[in-house]
């Protein structure tokens, strides 16, 4: 069991830039979410996957971002056109339906810093 | 809609005092409830949760937490603080409905273990 990956851990891009996040979670997990998390704050919800299909989406999520998990395993999160408010902590996390769809594990996170 | 409400932005304590991390929640129908800890440029870890059952449940690192319903509290709990205990803490909330996986946090509390 290695733990939820995330990648790249920073990404420092310039305003009116696209960048994609990558998430590989642990390996068995069904489900995949995405979390923001901004300074001082705890983590936001924005996005949930059971196997390849999206389920749930937060306001949050603008029509700027989107995301896909195209085969059930590894999860991608892309923002379009990035502007200085998107600068936080992008946290991928995984959970399994064994025993119950309880505790996410969370990766490291990608921190987003928009210039 | 659900939320979690944690009073205290900072909780210092002694090494070797007990301490003690307050949250409290509101969900519709029954919750299931988490704590996790993050550690500095760290993801989140999980720590404990609650889903049905034993009032008082048991996690990682000697640290426990008490749900009360009718307080609609699920407080964490360590009988003798470690300096290595220092860290951010956050509690969550998810309701226990079918397709309800989002977890809501509360903002965390900073704790800090004085020599």
């Known amino acids: 069991d290695t733990g939820v990956s995330q990648d790249p851990r920073h990404k420092i891009t310039k305003r009116g830039q696209n960048v994609t996040f990558r998430c590989d979670p642990i390996?068995?997990?069904?489900?995949l979410y995405w979390y923001r998390q901004t300074l001082g704050q705890g983590p936001e919800f924005l996005t949930y996957?059971?196997?390849?299909?999206?389920?749930?989406k937060s306001r949050l999520l603008s029509d700027r971002f989107s995301a896909e998990r195209p085969k059930g395993s590894f999860s991608t999160l892309e923002i379009q056109r990035t502007e200085q408010g998107d600068s936080a902590m992008y946290l991928c996390?995984?959970?399994?339906?064994?025993?119950?769809?309880?505790?996410?594990?969370f990766g490291p996170g990608t921190r987003l810093t928009v210039t | 809609a659900q939320s979690v409400a944690q009073p205290e932005d900072q909780v210092n304590v002694a090494e070797g005092n007990p301490l003690t991390v307050k949250c409290t929640y509101s969900?519709?129908?029954?919750?299931?409830l988490f704590w996790y800890v993050q550690y500095p440029n760290r993801g989140l870890q999980f720590l404990l949760k609650?889903?049905?059952?034993?009032?008082l449940v048991k996690g990682s690192y000697g640290f426990e937490a008490e749900f009360n319903k009718s307080q609609t509290s699920f407080h964490l709990k360590k009988p003798s603080a470690l300096v290595s205990d220092s860290a951010l803490y956050f509690c969550?909330?998810?309701?226990?409905?079918?397709?309800?996986?989002?977890?809501?946090f509360g903002k965390g509390t900073k704790l800090s273990v004085i020599p």
């Open positions: 609650y889903i049905t059952g034993d009032n």
């Open positions: 969900v519709s129908g029954n919750p299931y």
């Open positions: 390996s068995e997990h069904n489900r």
């Open positions: 996957f059971q196997n390849e299909a999206q389920l749930e």
């Open positions: 969550a909330v998810r309701g226990s409905g079918a397709g309800s996986y989002q977890l809501t």
């Open positions: 996390a995984s959970s399994s339906d064994l025993g119950g769809p309880y505790e996410q594990y």
